[in-house]
């Protein structure tokens, strides 16, 4: 069965420091992998999804990911933190059938 | 309003008691999903849709009942509330299959006493 892991459930970072969001997977199959961001009190939205038509991965608010096969992850990463980037993040991964399988997510904390 | 609304947004019920939770989406996608969201958890799936009249288990459906006798709508009910079904409920829903964008309702939190 598909997994997700997302590694820590909180991640603190300074506000203008990289963040860096750690998802691994497992599929034996190649996958279709998402990140979803949750802001409080609100539904999840699309941050940005990997189809195999390239590795690395841009999706919105400065965000991107890069798919690596060999390591079976899918990191999220934003050069610069800011304040607004706090919230929830999840992983996602789907493989053949028609459901995806979220990770438990990483809350985000911006120190000023 | 366009795009996908869920009501109520927030329910407070006893045990014991039947409730039902809506979803209602108005691009006409075809895939539906109910998902309960739960510290420690994240987001587990209870049902989806593929289609309407088409439903299927996710990876919790127990206590849990759905309809989807018409596109754009999706209830969800629990039959009879139990405490462990206090949680925050979203629907989405899909253009064409799960490994598509899901657009997410706003949620409701539902707490049973």
């Known amino acids: 069965a598909q997994s997700v892991t997302q590694l820590g459930s909180h991640v603190s970072v300074s506000e203008g420091a990289l963040v860096l969001l750690r998802c691994n997977y497992s599929?034996?199959?190649?996958?279709?992998l998402f990140w979803y961001v949750q802001y409080p009190n609100q539904g999840l939205q699309l941050l940005l999804k990997?189809?195999?038509?390239?590795?690395l991965v841009k999706g919105i608010n400065g965000f991107e990911a890069e798919f690596k096969k060999s390591e079976t992850s899918f990191h999220l990463t934003k050069p610069s933190a800011h304040m607004s980037d706090a919230a929830e993040y999840f992983c996602?991964?789907?493989?053949?059938?028609?459901?995806?399988?979220f990770g438990k997510g990483t809350r985000l904390h911006i120190l000023p | 309003d366009a795009g996908i609304t869920q009501s109520p947004r927030y329910k407070i019920t006893e045990t014991g008691r039947q409730v039902t939770l809506m979803c209602h989406q108005t691009w006409s996608h075809s895939y539906m999903f109910w998902y309960r969201q739960d510290l420690g958890h994240g987001l587990r799936l209870i049902y989806y849709s593929a289609a309407a009249d088409i439903t299927d288990k996710g990876e919790v459906p127990d206590g849990y009942v759905v309809s989807r006798s018409k596109t754009e709508n999706f209830p969800l009910t629990l039959e009879s509330a139990t405490r462990s079904q206090t949680s925050v409920y979203f629907c989405?829903?899909?253009?064409?299959?799960?490994?598509?964008?899901?657009?997410f309702g706003p949620g409701t939190r539902l707490t049973v006493l």
């Open positions: 989405a829903s899909a253009v064409t299959s799960g490994r598509d964008e899901q657009f």
């Open positions: 996602a991964v789907s493989d053949l059938d028609d459901k995806i399988i």
């Open positions: 599929s034996s199959v190649p996958p279709y």
């Open positions: 990997y189809t195999s038509a390239a590795t």
